[in-house]
């Protein structure tokens, strides 16, 4: 047996389980980029003084529930079918780049999907926008227009929610503002299916690298929808050795600071267009707020200064994503996939995350008070789980939930394991449901696993996987840190019998195919995300049967189905 020392000290993957997932990373101009300018506007380089800023509560002006927190509410096929809008317009044309952050989709259902834009143009008085929906990209077949504001108070944001749509069907949409035209993007509702395409994705900082798993995700037609699971943005300053240089240069600390990262993070040309040609589910996780970030503090800030933060960083996660709800909802929600799957969305790092455990004092870690997701959301995730009957149950939440041990203690007290008696919890609304068909996607630790779940391993048989209450997928960062320390996987797995696979120095995305039968996983890794060299590749590909519970390593992508066009 490989001692706890060795383990730790020989491999370095103590610094892996703990470091990777708190790593800033690296920026500069590369190909995929869109270029910048030098005006005032929250998305572009402006003018900073390259210092550290201590969050000021005044800072904030007082954030408030804007319109952009509360979408239209648009039903085009309610009552009698009356002719939609056209767009008019005979004033001076707007700038050539007025949509210069592209168009986005997400949080879609059976009957309707949020979308989204930003407009930049002088001035700072609310711009009219109108938008457009069909069921071709030329837009000769069209099912839904009208008109919404892109205002001020969301950073010029703009988001409508269109209904009575379609189950399971494929769109194209634009906005219209001051004679210009946004690029056409395409989108898909949920619905009834027997098969469903996804990619996984977490954990991009901008600085570190190119986003060619974007490039790579918005050129597969073959998708239905990108699972994010968190730390879309970074919050941190210029870090040695950057590869992309990062807007504002300085670690954020104000809302107009934490809304020029977002709209700096999306002048990226790629991950525009995977935004562009997919509708995105997502999550947030520490990044977006402050390192090891938790429901009652963060980014060295505690009490009223926390409050302040939390809120203006949520305020610019909604303005900029295209997701529902307003300021203050929780981010906890299911989406229905008919008979075929349910996902549900968990929020494992603000809405109930305990405070954290010094590592090298463990105490009381595993006291059954301690929560990871919060009395309410385990309230929520158990009657999701009583619903879900014969169907996938597909979890998408943030941080490890196999364990991760050095054979007897667990080496990562962020993750589930640092909250035992909440993992016990969940586990019981699996177990109580008789549910055989959990999918867990994961991200936050920039590397690859693929683990079954076992409840108790005096009961486990790795050999069959009995004992195992599903499966987990961990995907690796887009372009975050990842450490390569030679041999840490096989050790890993060696301590761990119940992960099947591991890969700790690749970036890029988990493609994810499911159908009545079974899920099957495959990994596609960046050749060099820090050169010019696009390449992506597929790796490792493993597959669960449908009630067995574990993985099995081998085989390959299956081929992609037939699928609409992309947008144009």
């Known amino acids: 047996m490989i001692s706890r020392r060795k383990f730790i000290k020989g491999t370095g993957f103590a610094a892996l389980a703990h470091a990777v997932a708190c790593e800033s ?62 767009y008019a317009y005979d004033g001076p044309l707007g700038p050539e780049d007025l949509f210069r952050h592209g168009v986005a989709s997400g949080d879609p259902l059976d009957d309707r999907v949020i979308l989204w834009t930003r407009t930049s143009a002088p001035g700072a008085d609310p711009l009219d926008v109108f938008y457009e929906m069909a069921l071709d990209a030329e837009f000769v077949d069209r099912v839904a227009a009208g008109w919404t504001q892109a205002h001020p108070d969301d950073d010029f944001t703009a988001k409508v929610d269109p209904t009575g749509l379609a189950a399971n069907t494929t769109y194209y949409y634009r906005f219209k503002s001051l004679g210009r035209s946004s690029p056409v993007g395409r989108t898909r509702t949920t619905g009834g299916r027997t098969r469903l395409r996804l990619a996984l994705g977490s954990c991009q900082e901008y600085q570190n690298g190119y986003y060619y798993a974007h490039r790579h995700i918005g050129s597969r037609a073959d998708l239905d929808a990108v699972v994010f699971l968190g730390d879309y943005i970074y919050e941190g300053g210029p870090r040695s050795g950057a590869v992309r240089p990062i807007v504002p240069a300085k670690s954020i600390a104000t809302l107009e600071e934490v809304r020029q990262r977002y709209g700096h993070y999306r002048l990226d040309l790629d991950l525009q267009e995977s935004h562009r040609q997919h509708p995105w589910f997502i999550v947030w996780d520490d990044h977006e707020f402050g390192n090891n970030a938790w429901q009652g503090g963060g980014f060295g800030r505690s009490g009223a200064a926390w409050d302040a933060r939390r809120e203006m960083c949520e305020k610019a996660w909604r303005e900029w994503l295209p997701v529902r709800g307003k300021l203050g909802d929780p981010i906890y929600r299911a989406f229905e996939f008919g008979d075929f799957a349910s996902l549900v969305m968990l929020d494992t790092r603000i809405e109930g995350r305990g405070e954290p455990i010094n590592p090298n004092a463990p105490e009381g870690f595993d006291a059954p008070e301690r929560t990871l997701l919060g009395t309410e959301q385990e309230a929520w995730f158990a009657a999701r789980a009583a619903e879900v009957g014969g169907r996938w149950f597909l979890v998408a939440q943030q941080v490890m939930l196999a364990p991760l041990t050095d054979g007897t203690s667990p080496l990562n007290y962020d993750q589930w394991d640092g909250f035992p008696a909440a993992r016990e919890r969940l586990y019981d609304a699996v177990a109580e449901n008789g549910i055989d068909s959990m999918v867990v996607f994961t991200g936050d630790i920039h590397s690859t696993w693929g683990n079954d779940l076992p409840r108790d391993f005096h009961t486990y048989d790795p050999s069959t996987g009995d004992g195992s209450l599903g ?70 590909t493993v597959t669960c049967p449908k009630g067995d519970r574990k993985w099995t390593v081998g085989g390959s992508a299956d081929p992609a189905p037939d699928a609409p066009p992309l947008a144009p």
């Open 25 to 86: 990373s690296s920026d500069s101009a590369p190909t995929t980029d869109a270029a910048g300018d030098a005006t005032s506007d929250s998305g572009d380089l402006g003018t900073t003084d390259g210092t550290e800023d201590v969050l000021d509560p005044g800072d904030l002006g007082g954030v408030t529930d804007t319109s952009n927190d509360v979408v239209e509410d648009v039903t085009p096929d309610a009552g009698p079918k009356e002719p939609l809008p056209e």
């Open 471 to 540: 499966v987990e997928l961990v995907t690796p960062g887009i372009t975050s840190f990842a450490p390569n320390f030679e041999g840490v996987a096989d050790i890993a797995q060696q301590l761990n019998p119940h992960i099947r696979h591991a890969e700790v120095g690749s970036q890029g995305y988990t493609l994810v195919d499911i159908d009545a039968s079974r899920v099957k996983a495959t990994w596609v890794y960046a050749k060099d995300i820090q050169g010019q060299d696009p390449a992506m590749h597929d790796d490792t």
